[in-house]
């Protein structure tokens, strides 16, 4: 899926005067209430709900780890790391495999869309959303949804596991 949304996200058309028209591929996600777009390129893999081991003393956003391909990869809670509150009912459809650079992480969350590819000029400034690790906003289905900065957000998870341990885990 990853190769076929950057095949996808690259120049498509000629706009005016002939300048190419660059598109982005986003994947919307909701955590709770909050919608966020993920670089779609970056979704190794869209699954159902997965059951994931708990580690004890870990970190809120990095609980645990979730089977994945034969290996464990570690499950960021994103709404966590985003300073989003969890209701005691949170349910989660669907579990996201994202990776960036070398790292790979299960993502819970409760609801997943399509792929949208929206010209390179959609996306502005964050002026409207207070989401952390937000690099841009983009308008969908009548809502302001914040497009995540995943080199930020997978630098503090790597920054934050090595002063921390493991997977976040106290030493």
Not at 29 to 46: G, K, M, P, Y
Not at 129 to 137: C, D, G, L, P, Y
Not at 149 to 166: C, I, K, Q, T, Y
């Amino acid at each position: 899926m990853a190769h076929y949304c950057s095949r996808l996200a690259g120049p498509i058309a000629l706009g005016v005067l002939g300048q190419e028209v660059m598109n982005v591929a986003l994947m919307p996600v909701r955590l709770e209430d909050t919608w966020v777009a993920l670089e779609a390129s970056a979704v190794s893999e869209v699954l159902g709900p997965q059951t994931c081991l708990m580690v004890p003393r870990s970190s809120p956003h990095l609980p645990g780890v979730c089977a994945w391909r034969g290996r464990a990869i570690p499950v960021l809670e994103l709404a966590a790391l985003l300073g989003i509150s969890r209701s005691d009912h949170a349910t989660f459809e669907r579990t996201l495999v994202v990776s960036h650079q070398q790292n790979t992480v299960a993502m819970p969350v409760a609801e997943a869309r399509a792929v949208l590819f929206l010209p390179q000029s959609e996306l502005r400034q964050v002026h409207a959303t207070s989401v952390r690790f937000a690099r841009a906003e983009v308008d969908w289905e009548q809502r302001v949804v914040a497009v995540l900065d995943l080199d930020a957000l997978f630098g503090e998870l790597v920054s934050g596991s090595e002063s921390r341990g493991r997977f976040g885990v106290d030493a």
